[in-house]
């Protein structure tokens, strides 16, 4: 037995070793002249693997093109452009630029799929411009315009919610403390909700982040912290990008941070496949006249007349979850956070703002403040 599990690990160590040989020397002799970041970034991934890992890759390829230029080599088929004249030839329609992969070319895009490949994930040109049609009557002016009142309705429950913490202040305090990122979550994830989902979680109402998910259509009913699933996602999948094949391992993997992170990403892909099941089946029993980015994206049609089907459904109504949520907050926030630190540029943008908006109850619609400066 043990001659036996030698030689497989030999033969196993064999194949690792032709295949990074192999596709140094056959698929990426072209870069050769394109300076590293390090040496091991021109032979392995897994050197841009443990930059991710440890959170400084954005700093190491910045550090990279520093002293090497416009172009550095971070993987053994990976440039990293830092030159904005590249951005069109590169994302440019026609260019010739796909999301590709072969033997030695993972796809990064292959770490984020969940329950089918979406908008964002898919590396087909011919399935993307089909996708792309059906969605695209979805975020018109129009439609944009009708769903504002969903927007409305999760910042009015901000305001209540915040207006209790400033009541519950001390008598002698002039001030009622409190962080504002988690509410700026709960605001980004409702108003999500209620647009890609036809309701909100109610994080706002419920003051924390706890919803339910499904791990299939019909599953059992389970739940999960939301904010901090996404938070660990995002973290994780970074890092499986750089080697998307060890996701399909993921809860295997020795590192922790790893396997969470992939176990996290299944959870929020259950958001979108309870909610999104939840919303077909009252729909075929009662109709709806509601109007939101799901009712958009059931409506659309490809050029041949055909809808999306429930899998492709679930996957961008998912891809509008992650897209809208923890971006929007964090920039809330920062915005915020510069605002309070800079009292005149708070003044200015008050004494604009009263210009247009007379009474503390008017809603703020974008008809309203359009034309602002």
Same mark, same amino acid.
């Given at each position: 037995?043990?001659?036996?599990?030698?030689?497989?690990?030999?033969?196993?160590?064999?194949?690792?070793?032709?295949?990074?040989?192999?596709?140094?020397?056959?698929?990426?002799?072209?870069?050769?002249?394109?300076?590293?970041?390090?040496?091991?970034?021109?032979?392995?991934?897994?050197?841009?693997?443990?930059?991710?890992?440890?959170?400084?890759?954005?700093?190491?390829?910045?550090?990279?093109?520093?002293?090497?230029?416009?172009?550095?080599?971070?993987?053994?088929?990976?440039?990293?452009?830092?030159?904005?004249?590249?951005?069109?030839?590169?994302?440019?329609?026609?260019?010739?630029?796909?999301?590709?992969?072969?033997?030695?070319?993972?796809?990064?895009?292959?770490?984020?799929?969940?329950?089918?490949?979406?908008?964002?994930?898919?590396?087909?040109?011919?399935?993307?411009?089909?996708?792309?049609?059906?969605?695209?009557?979805?975020?018109?002016?129009?439609?944009?315009?009708?769903?504002?009142?969903?927007?409305?309705?999760?910042?009015?429950?901000?305001?209540?919610?915040?207006?209790?913490?400033?009541?519950?202040?001390?008598?002698?305090?002039?001030?009622?403390?409190?962080?504002?990122?988690?509410?700026?979550?709960?605001?980004?994830?409702?108003?999500?909700?209620?647009?890609?989902?036809?309701?909100?979680?109610?994080?706002?109402?419920?003051?924390?982040?706890?919803?339910?998910?499904?791990?299939?259509?019909?599953?059992?009913? +389970?739940?999960?912290?939301? $904010? &901090?699933? #996404?938070? !660990?996602?995002? /973290?994780?999948?970074? @890092?499986? =990008?750089?080697?998307?094949?060890?996701?399909?391992?993921?809860?295997?993997?020795?590192?922790?941070?790893?396997?969470?992170?992939?176990?996290?990403?299944?959870?929020?892909?259950?958001?979108?496949?309870?909610?999104?099941?939840?919303?077909?089946?009252?729909?075929?029993? +009662?109709?709806?006249?509601? $109007? &939101?980015? #799901?009712? !958009?994206?059931? /409506?659309?049609?490809? @050029?041949? =007349?055909?809808?999306?089907?429930?899998?492709?459904?679930?996957?961008?109504?998912?891809?509008?979850?992650?897209?809208?949520?923890?971006?929007?907050?964090?920039?809330?926030?920062?915005?915020?956070?510069?605002?309070?630190?800079?009292?005149?540029?708070?003044?200015?943008?008050?004494?604009?703002?009263?210009?247009?908006? #007379?009474?503390?109850?008017? /809603?703020?619609?974008?008809?309203?403040?359009?034309?602002?400066?």
């Amino acid at each position: 037995m043990f001659p036996l599990v030698m030689i497989a690990s030999l033969v196993a160590l064999g194949l690792l070793v032709v295949y990074y040989v192999g596709g140094y020397l056959f698929q990426n002799r072209s870069l050769s002249d394109i300076p590293a970041a390090s040496p091991w970034a021109a032979l392995t991934r897994f050197w841009l693997v443990r930059e991710a890992r440890f959170g400084r890759r954005y700093l190491t390829v910045d550090d990279a093109h520093k002293t090497h230029g416009d172009f550095v080599r971070i993987q053994p088929n990976h440039v990293s452009i830092a030159n904005v004249n590249a951005i069109n030839a590169i994302y440019g329609h026609g260019n010739g630029f796909l999301k590709r992969q072969d033997l030695y070319i993972p796809d990064f895009y292959d770490a984020f799929v969940a329950v089918s490949r979406g908008l964002f994930s898919t590396r087909s040109r011919a399935d993307h411009t089909r996708k792309r049609k059906i969605v695209a009557h979805t975020f018109s002016a129009k439609s944009v315009m009708q769903f504002e009142q969903y927007m409305h309705q999760n910042l009015n429950e901000l305001l209540r919610q915040w207006d209790l913490i400033c009541q519950k202040a001390p008598a002698n305090s002039k001030f009622a403390r409190f962080d504002c990122l988690p509410w700026f979550a709960y605001l980004t994830f409702d108003t999500i909700g209620d647009l890609a989902f036809g309701s909100p979680f109610g994080m706002l109402k419920n003051g924390q982040d706890t919803i339910e998910y499904m791990d299939y259509p019909g599953g059992p009913s +389970k739940y999960m912290h939301a $904010v &901090d699933a #996404l938070s !660990r996602r995002g /973290e994780a999948f970074a @890092v499986l =990008g750089c080697l998307p094949f060890l996701k399909k391992i993921g809860h295997l993997l020795p590192d922790s941070f790893l396997r969470n992170g992939v176990r996290s990403g299944s959870q929020v892909a259950g958001i979108a496949i309870a909610r999104v099941g939840e919303r077909l089946a009252s729909t075929a029993t +009662k109709g709806t006249e509601r $109007v &939101d980015i #799901l009712t !958009r994206l059931m /409506e659309g049609k490809d @050029v041949k =007349g055909q809808p999306l089907g429930r899998e492709e459904l679930t996957a961008e109504a998912l891809t509008q979850l992650i897209a809208g949520s923890d971006t929007t907050s964090n920039t809330l926030t920062g915005i915020f956070y510069w605002l309070l630190k800079s009292p005149g540029v708070l003044a200015k943008l008050q004494a604009e703002v009263d210009t247009v908006i #007379l009474s503390p109850t008017d /809603e703020v619609a974008f008809q309203t403040v359009k034309n602002l400066p």
